[in-house]
């Protein structure tokens, strides 16, 4: 009875490799990561497979004595789909794929399937299914072999399933006619932004699911899709909030993730552009994900490569009550949050919030704080210099990784 519950979801397999540049560690957050990414996919994980190799083997990304282990796991355990935790070469899918006998994603084709299912809007989809396309398209010859076999699920969203016959014209083509249906798209958004005003424009960033769309319908008092999920609103969405009599414009973003394809940025710099419009960004973080530092960076460095990392920031812990006390840096200046009972002084001495006054910990859910929030948000509308930004010393603490 439980299992027809679960048929639903696909079995799936992760594979990560150790080497020089993640250790075993690293590895688990990463595998963790891409559970929760195949969980909001519609898989199952069943089963994660390591292996300790500094040079991935240019025909099957694995050794062979780990692909014998993960073939025999396949063929007694009814899986149905393996994720790599890297990206895989065209020439690596299809070995992998002709000796596994099952479906074979990346990292990268994974997030790709996620981003199609949440996609709801004319344009997040066009934007979605160009991504799609250029992912593809050096891996056409590969598909041809085994793409009638397949039954759609995990993956097989969008162009994979419906253009199997197709062949590299077509999908340059194809490529072509939906860069011109955005272009068309980003003059009409061009527009519908420059008749906003002159309204301040506040953007909310950071990490995927760390609570930006909870905070866009406390603020706005919207009702913006929210999930326990990765990725739940990809869609980006524009509100007049008014607070003490003060309007501007809140922008709730798509949130970040480390290993993002770089397909996805490409195709995503439109809706991007919102944050770069943005006079004021409120960088929202998951305080209680032991990583949370590694993501701070990662959005840090798309702030970058979108030349935004120069604009005002303000930092937002959130999720307080779950945070790990033993991953607290400074032993001595432990933060307790047992239930109600979180000491939001106790969070004011921690390093965290020696960022020059421009953080703050909330706990969105039950909002706590939220009051305050809203009072710092009013304050920085009214004292920012529109003309001149300060500079973020703390973008980059010393504290963390410049990578």
């Known amino acids: 009875m439980i299992e027809s519950k679960k048929s ?16 075993e560690e690293k590895l688990n957050e990463f595998l963790e990561e891409l559970d929760f990414l195949s969980l909001t996919a519609g898989g199952k994980v069943v089963r994660k497979f390591k292996q300790k190799i500094n040079t991935p083997n240019p025909k099957t990304f694995i050794g062979k004595g780990k692909i014998d282990e993960i073939q025999k796991y396949i063929k007694n355990n009814d899986v149905s789909i393996v994720v790599f935790d890297d990206e895989l070469s065209p020439t690596q899918q299809s070995n992998i794929e002709r000796l596994l006998k099952c479906k074979i994603l990346d990292r990268t084709a994974l997030i790709l399937d996620i981003f199609a299912q ?34 759609g699920g ?3 969203r969008g162009p994979g399933e419906t253009e199997i016959e197709t062949d590299r014209r077509i999908v340059r083509n194809k490529i072509s006619l939906l860069k011109k249906k955005l272009s068309v798209i980003d003059k009409q958004m061009k527009v519908q932004r420059g008749n906003r005003g002159s309204l301040v424009k506040v953007a909310l960033v950071g990490y995927t699911n760390v609570g930006k769309s909870t905070i866009m319908n406390l603020i706005s008092k919207t009702n913006v899709f929210a999930e326990d999920k990765l990725f739940a609103t990809l869609d980006t ?15 709730d973003t798509v949130g970040f993730i480390r290993k993002l394809p770089t397909q996805l940025i490409e195709s995503f710099k439109s809706t991007l552009q919102e944050v770069k419009d943005a006079d004021i960004l409120l960088h929202v973080v998951d305080i209680s994900h032991t ?19 120069n604009k005002y920031t303000f930092m937002v812990f959130n999720k307080i009550d779950n945070y790990n006390n033993e991953s607290f840096i400074d032993k001595s200046k432990r933060v307790e949050s047992n239930g109600d009972n979180i000491s939001l002084i106790k969070w004011k001495n921690t390093w965290m919030n020696k960022t020059g006054g421009k953080a703050l910990f909330i706990l969105a859910t039950r909002k ?25 010393d703390y973008l980059y603490p010393e504290y963390f990784s410049k990578g």
């Open 368 to 392: 706590l704080n939220i009051e305050n929030f809203k009072k710092q948000i009013y304050q920085i509308i009214r004292e920012v210099d529109m003309s001149h930004y300060p500079k973020n």
């Open 8 to 23: 639903n979801f696909e079995r799936t397999v992760l594979v990560g490799i150790i080497n020089n540049l993640q250790n």
């Open 237 to 251: 969405t524009v509100r007049k909030v008014v607070i003490n009599t003060l309007p501007f414009l809140l922008t």
């Open 118 to 151: 949440r996609a709801k809007t004319s344009y997040a989809k066009t934007q979605v299914e160009l991504a799609q396309y250029e992912y593809l398209l050096p891996r056409l010859k590969g598909l041809w072999t085994h793409l009638e076999r397949q039954r």
């Open 154 to 156: 995990i993956g097989m």
């Open 291 to 309: 990583s949370f530092e590694e993501h701070i960076n990662s959005v840090d460095k798309i702030l970058c490569e979108i030349n935004c990392h």
